[in-house]
C-alpha cells in the first residue's frame, strides 16, 4: 500500500491515465479525479461522493471507513484512492494482495490542505500537470479568503456540529478539516476552548457555556434529526445565541467536510454569512 502524504509530488502510477480504472473511496477524492478531468475513468465510488452528479450517479462499493474487498474487486480497478479515514485496514491489505495498486493520501488540516490533496492525487494518478494548475487556482482563492477575513472587526463564536440522528451528535474539532476553516474566516472556533481533538460528544453545559454566536451543521445530520425543528430540540441549542437568533448556517456535507476543490468557494460563504450581521 502506497501512502502518500498532502505534499507528495512525482507520479506514482505507472500505467496509461487512459486506461486506468480509478475507484475513489472518498467523496473529496472522488471530486478531485473528477475536476482533474478523468471521472470517465472512475468506475465506482462509495457512498461518500456526492458531488459532481457524474459521481454521485455511478455505482458504489460501501462507506469508505466500513470497506469490504469484495465490493470493490467486481469493479476490477487499476488504482484504488483513499485517505487515511478509509479501512479498515485489513481490506486495503487485502486489495494490495490482489495486486490492486491502493493509495491512501494523508489528510492535512490547514489552508494548504485542499491544494496538497490534489497534487497528491495528480501524483498518483500521473496527471501532475494539471494537478498543479488546479491546485494553484485553490491556493490562491483560499489566500484570497484568509486576507479578506482579515479585514473584520469582530471574530463570532462558532461551532461546527456533526449529526446522525440521536446517536452521533458530535462537536468537531481541532483537526477535524473544518477547524482551519473557521480561523480562515475571522472567527473563534468553540472547540479550541473546549480543548477538543477531532470531535466530541456534544455536551450541554459545555455548549451553553461556549456561548456560540453561529452553529454550523451539515445538510444531511440535519435531516438526520428531523430539520430544523428537531435540531433546536437537541439540548442545549436552543439556550446558545446561535440557537436563540436561529443563526445556524447549513451546508452540503461534501462541501463543508471534504476539503477539496471548491474549499476557496466555502471560505468565501463561510465569511459572508459569518460576518453578515457585523458588516
Known sequence: MLVLGATACGGTADADPAETRIVPVDGDVAEIV???????????????????????????????????????????????????????????DALERLGIETVVIERESAPSG?????????????????????AADVDARIAA??????????????????LRGENVQLLLGEGSGVDWLIEAAGAIDIADDLGVVDNTAINTEALIEAAPDVLIVP????????????FLDIPGIAQTPAGADGRVLVYDDQYLLGNGPRTGALLDDLITEIHGDNR
Open 34 to 92: 473528477f475536476a482533474l478531468g478523468l471521472g470517465d475513468q472512475v468506475v465506482a465510488t462509495d457512498i461518500s461522493a456526492t458531488f459532481p452528479a457524474e459521481a454521485d450517479a455511478l455505482p458504489e462499493v460501501g462507506y469508505q471507513r466500513a470497506l469490504a474487498p469484495e465490493p470493490i474487486v467486481a469493479f476490477e480497478p487499476t488504482i484504488v484512492l483513499a485517505t487515511d479515514l478509509a479501512g479498515p485496514d485489513e481490506t486495503l
Open 114 to 134: 485542499p491544494g496538497d490533496k490534489i497534487r497528491a492525487v495528480g501524483a498518483a494518478l500521473g496527471v501532475e500537470d494539471a494537478a498543479t494548475e488546479l
Open 145 to 162: 479568503g484568509i486576507e479578506r477575513a482579515a479585514e473584520e472587526t469582530a471574530a463570532p463564536r462558532v461551532g461546527v456540529l456533526y
Open 219 to 230: 445538510e444531511r445530520g440535519l435531516e438526520s434529526v428531523g430539520g430544523m425543528e428537531g
